[in-house]
């Protein structure tokens, strides 16, 4: 019961400071309103049983992107002006309702397989296992790490002069 | 674990890594072009020699060995090679980063390599990234402002396709509980077609899966990146996109869609249809968009969108059929190979021609015939076939698409498609005419490298031989259709 009035409080939260993000006007109160959204994730994942993926969104998004974000737009010019007014606004809203709605249709027009087993506590050693062990995802954990060297050559060609 | 059968892979990983560190070390750029190649040739041989084996399933099922994955790395690796030797005029002209450049484009071929061997969605999704953010910093390699806002509209458009299509395989695992393609299977025909039409989620994930790797193929409607990209983009890398990123997006999509959600016949016939109404949209919007375009990077970038929809024909041929023919899949093969050789050469033949010229309009290959005959005849060359005159390449593969469309009752759209192959003959045809009959501007020479030759010279050697005598072709990818789903 606690756990559910939680997640609703949680939800609500997320969903307001997402709107904010996209809809406030000063982008380092968009960037603040994004760290919020961040955290209350981590909070919705903590009712979801997953410990370990909470405390990774903290360290990393809350942590660590947030503030290179709050950092890059400091090192910003022009930043006063705030986002431009946008022509598409009206229908990107539209779409997005639209996608709202048939999505939450899907979802709630679906009978969804529940397992009959309790949620795993705690989760960290079974996902180590699951991810570097014989059986599991280390392949996708390889390619990941060689994405990463993509992404740290790209930041360094595109950011130094040429 | 058997990392023998990733030996392409790894070594291809290795190249890359060797490519930035010589490039510290070494004074003459020129040699990190002969390691990449060497590289991804060393990778090739490795794969050839998997041909022949048994198909195998290693890594925990994340990754499937079987001749399909082998064909469609073989093409990954020699389009990759073709754009290395295309970029050496191209690249001269760059200060710095010549060693990033070509670990991006390694990076992004190994991407390509793991999208066409994988089986599961998680790795799929991780490979199609590493191929993709490898081509969003290459499109914005140039750093001025073209390029940049090419770049940065492919990152957006790519990241929101991304997310599209995670939402999708969210989806589908709720629906399943896997995210193993093999297991997906099991559980879709477990279910059988009532059972998938009573789940709107699993339908809403399969929608927005289509939609994801649409954005890869550039089919309509999710288009619209393509031709600001490709105007942007330094051109090695816009004919790297036209054809490396499309022939891997086709490779994904035909693996999940021919095994996870192939089955149920209620289920195939449905997405048949849906992609046959795309592809004919798809040819018609690229085609006629092409017809009044004067920057030729554009009109590529059009005429891609273009050849997507004739492959799709291909996508609704195999989801028609019934089960247990591959027409759909072999067919789709052939034309990639034939889509490939004929855009990447014609790609190797405008740069060669633009270094020179420093103009992408049309109008300034004006009486090129006359400055270089090898170039324009090879470009004329690579046109026809894309156009499907014999006897290129493109004849045969528009031939044996549409042949098994019609097959498989799909009459209308082969007529469609035919018209609108004849729309396209147009806007190819007119670049032809202005190299052979216009006036030219000077009658300076267009020189060009010793790689710019050699891969124009394969490519065009290429189309002819896939076009004269197709029958090794087609042995190859009817071969590679067949072994699939394991």
């Known amino acids: ?162 | 674990m058997d990392l023998g059968l990733l030996a392409p892979e790894i070594s291809l990983a290795a190249t890359a890594v060797a490519v930035i560190l010589l490039d510290l070390f070494v004074e003459r750029k020129g040699a990190l072009a002969i390691v990449s190649v060497i590289g991804l040739m060393v990778s090739a041989a490795f794969t050839i020699a998997m041909f022949g084996d048994p198909a195998q399933v290693s890594f925990n099922g994340t990754l499937a060995v079987d001749s399909f994955a082998l064909f469609f790395k073989l093409l990954f690796l020699g389009i990759a090679a073709l754009v290395i030797l295309a970029s050496v005029d191209y690249v001269s002209k760059f200060e710095r980063f010549q060693g990033e450049y070509h670990a991006l484009i390694l990076l992004s071929a190994l991407g390509m390599l793991l999208m066409a061997t994988a089986t599961e969605l998680i790795t799929i999704y991780v490979s199609l990234e590493l191929a993709s953010i490898s081509l969003y910093i290459l499109a914005g390699f140039l750093k001025d402002p073209k390029s940049t806002e090419s770049s940065i509209k492919y990152l957006l458009l790519g990241a929101t396709a991304s997310a599209v299509l995670l939402y999708g395989m969210a989806l589908v695992f709720g629906s399943t509980g896997t995210t193993q393609l093999g297991e997906i299977t099991q559980q879709v025909q477990a279910l059988g077609a009532q059972g998938v039409a009573d789940n709107p989620a699993l339908v809403l994930g399969i929608i927005l899966l289509i939609a994801g790797f649409g954005f890869k193929i550039a089919a309509v409607p999710f288009q619209m990146w393509v031709p600001d990209v490709y105007e942007g983009a330094p051109t090695p890398i816009v004919a790297y996109l036209s054809v490396g990123s499309k022939a891997a997006g086709f490779a994904v999509i035909l693996r999940v869609f021919s095994s996870a959600f192939g089955l149920p016949d209620w289920l195939s016939l449905d997405w048949g249809m849906v992609f046959a109404v795309l592809a004919a949209i798809g040819m018609t919007v690229g085609n006629v968009s092409a017809l009044p375009q004067t920057n030729i990077k554009r009109m590529f970038g059009y005429s891609s969108i273009a050849q997507a929809g004739y492959l799709m024909v291909g996508l609704a041929a195999m989801g028609v059929a019934s089960a247990g023919e591959t027409i759909g899949q072999s067919t789709i093969l052939f034309f990639l190979l034939s889509y490939s050789l004929a855009n990447l050469g014609a790609f190797i033949a405008i740069i060669a021609i633009t270094n020179k010229i420093d103009s992408d309009l049309i109008e300034d290959f004006s009486g090129l015939f006359k400055r270089s005959p090898l170039l324009t005849l090879g470009l004329t060359l690579c046109l026809i076939s894309l156009i499907g005159m014999p006897p290129a390449a493109g004849f045969m593969a528009k031939f044996y698409i549409f042949g098994g469309a019609a097959q498989n009752g799909l009459l209308w759209l082969v007529i469609i498609a035919v018209l609108n192959s004849v729309v396209s003959a147009f806007y190819y045809l007119r670049v032809v005419k202005v190299m052979w009959l216009g006036e030219p501007a000077s009658v300076e020479k267009v020189p060009s490298s010793g790689a710019l030759r050699v891969a124009l010279t394969i490519t065009c050697l290429g189309v002819l031989f896939v076009g004269i005598l197709p029958g090794f072709a087609m042995k190859a990818a009817e071969l590679a259709a067949k072994m699939f789903g394991i």
């Open chain 1, 1 to 162: 019961m606690a756990f559910d009035i939680a997640f609703w409080l949680l939800a609500i939260v997320s969903v307001v400071a997402a709107l904010a993000v996209v809809t406030l006007r000063n982008i380092f109160r968009a960037a603040l309103s994004l760290v919020l959204c961040f955290i209350t994730v981590a909070g919705l994942y903590v009712t979801l049983s997953a410990d370990f993926l909470a405390a990774v969104q903290i360290l990393v998004y809350v942590g660590a992107i947030s503030i290179l974000l709050i950092l890059g737009i400091m090192l910003t010019r022009d930043v006063q002006l705030g986002s431009p007014t946008n022509k598409l606004r009206f229908p990107a809203f539209l779409a997005a309702i639209v996608f709202f709605g048939t999505v939450a249709w899907a979802v709630l027009n679906t009978t969804w397989g529940i397992s009959p087993q309790g949620p795993l506590e705690p989760t960290t050693a079974t996902l180590a296992g699951k991810l570097f062990g014989e059986n599991g995802y280390i392949l996708t954990v390889e390619i990941a790490a060689v994405l990463l060297l993509a992404a740290i050559l790209g930041a360094i060609v595109l950011v130094r002069e040429k």
